[in-house]
T-cell receptor, first 116, second 114 residues
Framework: GNSVTQMEGPVTLSEEAFLTINCTYT??????LFWYVQYPGEGLQLLLK?????DKGSNKGFEATYRKETTSFHLEKGSVQVSDSAVYFC???????????????FGQGTILTVHP | SAVISQKPSRDICQRGTSLTIQCQVD?????MFWYRQQPGQSLTLIAT?????????ESGFVIDKFPISRPNLTFSTLTVSNMSPEDSSIYLC???????????FGPGTRLTVT
């Protein structure tokens, strides 16, 4: 089956520090990969995505590269801000047909806290 | 993008009762999904609700416990029936224009069962 594993949290950083949140996946078929962010008191928002191997998704200074050889999609940001404090979810979607079509499988989420 | 609203935003319910959660989207969408997010945990898909067909439930979720309606392309409801404290969760609705399109999420309904 499909599964997503994220690094254990919570992660606490100082402002302007470098961020990496690891994400690895197992999938049957041809997955697209996503990072969603959930700010305090808000719903999930799509942060970035990549639909095929070697694609790099980027948004708001965050980046993640789809690595098929290591089945990974690690999230990085060079300099975090206090406003980046949120829960980050890695997810996959199998884009071939079948019963999983269109469905998202989420990792367990990583809580990020950034201190001034 | 899509703007999604859910009602209620939160509720506290007694065990044994039922609660119906509404999901409204501002444009027509093909696929609607219902997720559960238990405290401190990830999102788990409950079911997929496509207009004009019966909802498709994931393993571990049954229609008697979580009946779903999808009367049109902009609206869906999820009922949590015969609630127990274990049903205390955030329930999220998401929508998509098709299997290969982005999913957009509603703000969630925070349910507490006492």
């Amino acid at each position: 089956g499909n599964s997503v594993t994220q690094m254990e949290g919570p992660v606490t950083l100082s402002e302007e520090a470098f961020l990496t949140i690891n994400c690895t996946y197992t999938a049957t078929g041809y997955p697209s990969l996503f990072w969603y962010v959930q700010y305090p008191g808000e719903g999930l928002q799509l942060l970035l995505k990549a639909t095929k191997a070697d694609d790099k998704g980027s948004n708001k200074g965050f980046e993640a590269t789809y690595r098929k050889e290591t089945t990974s999609f690690h999230l990085e940001k060079g300099s975090v801000q206090v406003s980046d404090s949120a829960v980050y979810f890695c997810a996959l979607r199998v884009d071939a047909g079948g019963t999983s079509y269109g469905k998202l499988t989420f990792g367990q989420g990583t809580i990020l806290t950034v201190h001034p | 993008s899509a703007v999604i609203s859910q009602k209620p935003s939160r509720d506290i319910c007694q065990r044994g009762t039922s609660l119906t959660i509404q999901c409204q989207v501002d444009s027509q969408v093909t696929m609607m999904f219902w997720y559960r997010q238990q405290p401190g945990q990830s999102l788990t898909l409950i079911a997929t609700a496509n207009q004009g067909s019966e909802a498709t439930y994931e393993s571990g979720f049954v229609i008697d416990k979580f009946p779903i309606s999808r009367p049109n392309l902009t609206f869906s409801t999820l009922t949590v029936s015969n609630m127990s404290p274990e049903d205390s969760s955030i329930y999220l609705c998401s929508v998509s224009r098709g299997g290969l399109y982005e999913q957009y999420f509603g703000p969630g309904t925070r349910l507490t069962v006492t």
